[in-house]
């Protein structure tokens, strides 16, 4: 009789550790998803700002956004802004007549001037925590309602790039609330938008 009220104990109480297991990651595996979300989402997003930054640069040189990271990596690494510098005013007649009135021009580098000589350009095209998945980057012209042509860009990636190896149904229901696009994106090729990304 006692050793089947032992037996019975023992079993009770393993049932009730499987129980509690379960509990505890139920309740702890939204909260992990979120808390890795959110660690992910940090570095896509600054990776995102970085791209932004350069394409600006670009179009700022150019004329144009780029849809190539080939040629907008190979532009901050090797090309040069042009600064103007300039000492005394055109309208100081009397400085103009002495010949006191500087203007020269010089060029910085690209690289040094937006992000700093140290900074990895050529891992700009990676979306973090992928093994070197690309960003999806894409340029073009479109015209706005008033009849302006605009310049612009998109660069993005996906939920299930960006969460790749976390729980999938987690990720398919953050998919579903939201409706605009299902992962992070800076800029729009479809409409203007000033460049913001969809977290701002």
């Known amino acids: 009789m006692k050793a089947v009220k032992y037996i019975t104990e023992v079993l009770l109480f393993g049932i009730i550790v499987v129980l509690v297991y379960f509990i505890y990651t139920g309740i702890m595996k939204p909260i992990n998803f979120k808390k890795e979300q959110t660690a992910r989402y940090e570095k896509v997003i600054q ?12 179009r700022a040189v150019h004329g144009k956004y780029i849809g190539n990271f080939d040629t907008l990596i190979n532009f901050v690494k090797t090309d ?3 600064v103007e510098y300039a000492e005394g005013s055109l309208d100081d007649s009397l400085a103009v007549a002495m010949g006191l009135i500087v203007r020269k021009t010089y060029y910085v580098p690209v690289l040094d001037s937006i992000f700093g000589r140290d900074y ?45 190896g976390l729980d999938r149904q987690m990720i398919i229901n953050l ?16 409409e203007a938008n000033n460049n913001a990304g969809n977290w701002e």
Not at 49 to 58: F, G, H, P, S
Not at 121 to 135: A, E, V
Not at 145 to 158: D, N, P, Y
Not at 175 to 190: A, C, I, Q
Request: hydrophobic letters at 40%; a neutral charge; glycine letters at 2%.
């Open 80 to 82: 040069s802004f042009p």
């Open 120 to 164: 990895p350009i050529d891992s700009l095209r990676y979306i973090p925590f992928t093994n070197n998945k690309t960003f999806d980057l894409k340029a073009d012209s479109i015209i706005t309602a008033s009849k302006i042509t605009v310049q612009v860009f998109e660069a993005s990636a996906l939920n299930f790039d960006i969460l790749n």
């Open 47 to 58: 990776r995102l700002k970085d791209i932004r930054t350069a394409e600006v640069a670009y």
């Open 175 to 190: 998919n579903d609330t939201k409706k605009d696009f299902p992962g992070l994106r800076v800029g729009n090729v479809e």
